[in-house]
Every structure is written in C-alpha cells, then in structure tokens.
C-alpha cells in the first residue's frame, strides 16, 4: 500500500467518524426539540434523509466543507437547554448525597451506643 493510499484511507475514516459523531449529536438533540415522540419519529426520518442524501459523495475536500457546514448548522440550531438523565452530570440529582470526606465516620446505630 503506497503513502498516498495510506494517507487517503486515513482521512475517509477521520471524515466517517466526523460525519457518524455529527449525526449522533444532532440526533440527541433532536430528541431535545421533540415534545412527544411521535413528532420525534417524523424529525428523526428528517434528519436521516438530509444525510442519506450526499451518501455517495466521493470529492475529499467537498465532504470537508460539507461536514463543517452540518457542524456550523448543528451548532447554531442546538437546544439551548437540553434534557439531561437526572443522574448524569449536570443533572438534578448527580451528587446529590456525595460521600463524606476522609475522617468523617458514620454511625448508623445512632442512640444505641452502649
């Protein structure tokens, strides 16, 4: 295999990656936008075929300005306050009861000492 193959398979597996990231992403945050989730099914199908779309496109440096374009456009329409699973970071109940700082000893029979 010569460099320059070498080097173009490398740059088509970094623009898949690039391009399956940026679809994940957008698909999550489509979630986001959708209040129910048959609404989110149709913006789903939506998003799909904005991407099936340009499948076939084969120019490197085409599918570069193009990936940067879906990440600007991703990037402008994000939601501004995404959901967030409660005990993920950053949600309401992460760290809610965080474990007691080295030397802190609890007692768990509380007025049965004797």
């Not at 460099?3 to 992403?25: D, G, I, M, N, W």
């Not at 456009?73 to 700082?101: E, L």
């Amino acid at each position: 295999m010569s460099v320059a193959t070498a080097s173009y398979l490398a740059r088509r597996a970094a623009q898949k990656e690039r391009v399956r990231t940026l679809y994940r992403r957008a698909l999550k945050d489509t979630l986001n936008w959708a209040v129910h989730r048959h609404l989110f099914y149709s913006d789903a199908d939506a998003l799909r075929e904005k991407f099936e779309a340009n499948r076939h496109v084969e120019d490197i440096e085409l599918i570069d300005r193009m990936i940067a374009a879906g990440e600007a456009s991703y990037n402008k329409w994000r939601h501004p306050d995404p959901y967030i699973v409660p005990w993920a970071p950053g949600g309401t109940k992460f760290c809610r009861n965080p474990t007691p700082p080295p030397g802190i000893e609890i007692i768990y029979d509380y007025g049965r000492e004797g």
